[in-house]
DNA sequence: CTCTGTCCTGGCCACCCGGGCAGTTTCGCA
DNA sequence: TGCGAAACTGCCCGGGTGGCCAGGACAGAG
């Protein structure tokens, strides 16, 4: 029939429990039809395995810490965080420093793409 | 060894374009070790695909511009990005530049959470 | 009442970032 | 064969960022 052209499907894992991901990966990888996608690349389909147990949930951020870091996922500059929550520049990073903790973040972007990616905000 | 203790993976799906999701039950119902859920079935983990409609289109973004836009997700700094692609720091900056501007961003973190929203990457 | 946590503010400083300038090479396409 | 796009490199500079120090106000828990 046909077999002809029908291009890979792109998968790609968002898998919590390592030795699953280990698992799935192996059994994906050989499968005719299917590449697991390289890091970046979009896919056509995500496989996605929460671990209910190591869900920490929504991780502890205050009130005020999820507005900077709404602002933050916006693009906006302390400066502009400060002006629309009337603070202080000062008191920004005092909370981006808290954040950047907590996420586990080396610097604002890569803040805004772990809160992403574990659902703290929806971009 | 010990193909023993290592029960079947229970995959479920969830796929909005019917045709893909008929061609990936066919790819992973074959697969020795995986089963697809049965309705109600709770999985182990679960293919999840957006709807194609919702994509409007890739911007038009040369091949560095991608690698310097999924290190810059990474969180990685321009010093990062530069040796991770073997270029030099202002050859970074050169593409971050042009990245803000296809992106219409006022910053890197803007870019990432713009590029992420257009799903020209994936977090 | 003390203690803890959250929120807020200030200053200082090294570094990073973004944008401007100008220049090279390489490659594909008309 | 010439021309433009892409990629790459350099320097300069103002402003932003992140990390550190210090402090105070205020509410709720023990």
């Given at each position: 029939?046909?077999?002809?052209?029908?291009?890979?499907?792109?998968?790609?894992?968002?898998?919590?429990?390592?030795?699953?991901?280990?698992?799935?990966?192996?059994?994906?990888?050989?499968?005719?039809?299917?590449?697991?996608?390289?890091?970046?690349?979009?896919?056509?389909?995500?496989?996605?395995?929460?671990?209910?147990?190591?869900?920490?949930?929504?991780?502890?951020?205050?009130?005020?810490?999820?507005?900077?870091?709404?602002?933050?996922?916006?693009?906006?500059?302390?400066?502009?965080?400060?002006?629309?929550?009337?603070?202080?520049?000062?008191?920004?990073?005092?909370?981006?420093?808290?954040l950047l903790?907590?996420?586990?973040?080396?610097?604002?972007?890569?803040a805004?793409?772990?809160?992403?990616?574990?659902?703290?905000?929806?971009?």
């Open positions: 029939m046909s077999e002809d052209k029908l291009p890979e499907i792109l998968l790609s894992l968002e898998i919590d429990d390592p030795a699953l991901a280990d698992r799935l990966a192996a059994l994906l990888g050989n499968v005719a039809g299917l590449r697991l996608a390289a890091p970046g690349e979009r896919a056509a389909a995500t496989v996605v395995a929460r671990d209910p147990r190591a869900r920490p949930e929504d991780i502890a951020l205050t009130q005020r810490e999820l507005d900077v870091l709404a602002l933050m996922a916006e693009g906006a500059s302390n400066k502009m965080i400060a002006r629309q929550l009337g603070i202080s520049v000062h008191t920004v990073k005092f909370h981006v420093g808290s903790d907590k996420l586990d973040a080396t610097g604002r972007t890569d805004v793409a772990h809160a992403a990616r574990r659902g703290v905000i929806e971009l």
